[in-house]
Nanobody
């Protein structure tokens, strides 16, 4: 099982921006689907966005205007660019990936993705 490492979280004021990154601990691992989820205490993990190996992306409708997912296959790195952050975006953000599952047509449910990071906290103050 691959280990994923997120970075880029932090505390920002409302209206600010952050870019999260996610890399696997082993460079030779390539993933078919990579995705971002977020979770607040007491709630289920919420899909933020996914990107397939062919570049196809899907995003939560409520976030699509402000959040952009991308991946650099050469660097084996996943990104989430977040703009105009609001206090409701405060959550732990998780990177997830799978070597076999496709996310070409939708964001897979968390249970289908095999590899996860430990999460990076994003806190937005008003």
């Amino acid at each position: 099982q691959a280990q994923l490492m997120e970075s880029g979280g932090g505390s920002v004021q409302s209206g600010g921006s952050l870019t999260l990154s996610c890399t696997p601990s082993k460079d030779y691992i390539t993933f078919r689907c990579m995705a971002w989820f977020r979770q607040t205490p007491g709630n289920k993990r919420e899909a933020v966005a996914s990107i397939n190996s062919d570049g196809t992306t899907h995003s939560a409708q409520s976030l699509a205007r402000r959040f952009t997912i991308s991946r650099d296959n050469a660097k084996n790195t996943l990104y989430l660019q977040m703009t105009n952050l609001q206090p409701d975006d405060t959550a732990m953000y998780y990177c997830a990936a799978d070597r076999r599952v496709s996310c070409r047509f939708d964001v897979p449910p968390p249970s289908r993705l095999a590899d996860w990071g430990q999460g990076t906290q994003v806190t937005v103050s008003s």
